[in-house]
Each structure stands twice: as structure tokens, then as C-alpha cells.
């Protein structure tokens, strides 16, 4: 499963104490924060995933980080295992 939501720290924390109480049936692989403040955010669930003990999760940032976001995130010590781009695509009535 995967973490994908506006609130993504309070997501976290509700996601894991139910994966907790489901034990094995319930596993989350990853989180993604994908707007806002990318490395407060990604901070944020890794110390939270880190305190809980599912260390194997993986934090996904995307959301539209071009080259330089990504750059920034990368030399800041963002502790994202992966950045993807985003973007939308329109289409045209027939």
C-alpha cells in the first residue's frame, strides 16, 4: 500500500497504528508526500517510521520537484528513496 494524502504526517501515524493492529494482513511499502514543504515532509516520515519500527518503508517525494528541487532536496539530506516528476495532461473533447 501506499501512503498518498494531503495530510501526510497524520497520515502516517494512523496508517501504521493500523498496520499494527492487522500485524501481518496490512503492510504499507511506501509514502508519499507529493506537496508542500518535501523535506520538512519526508523528514517528518522517516523519523515517524523510524520511532515505529516499519523502517523498511520507502518515502516516494513527488508533486512537480524539477531538476532543482530535486538538487536541493538530495544535498539537504532529504530522506527520499525516490523523486518522480508529476504533471497533469488534458485532453480535448472530439
Do not use: N
Not at 513527488?62 to 485532453?91: M, N
Amino acid at each position: 500500500m501506499l501512503v498518498d494524502t494531503y495530510d501526510t504526517t497524520v497520515s502516517v501515524r494512523v496508517l501504521f497504528d493500523f498496520g499494527r493492529k492487522m500485524k501481518s494482513a496490512f503492510t504499507v511499502q511506501a509514502t508519499r508526500p507529493d506537496s508542500g514543504d518535501l523535506l520538512k515532509l519526508s523528514r517528518q516520515s522517516r523519523r515517524i517510521l523510524d520511532e515505529d519500527g516499519p523502517r523498511h518503508v520507502k518515502i516516494f517525494a513527488s508533486g512537480g520537484p524539477d531538476e532543482w528541487i530535486i538538487d536541493r532536496l538530495v544535498r539537504a539530506g532529504a530522506p527520499c528513496d525516490l523523486h518522480a516528476r508529476t504533471f497533469s495532461l488534458a485532453g480535448c473533447a472530439p
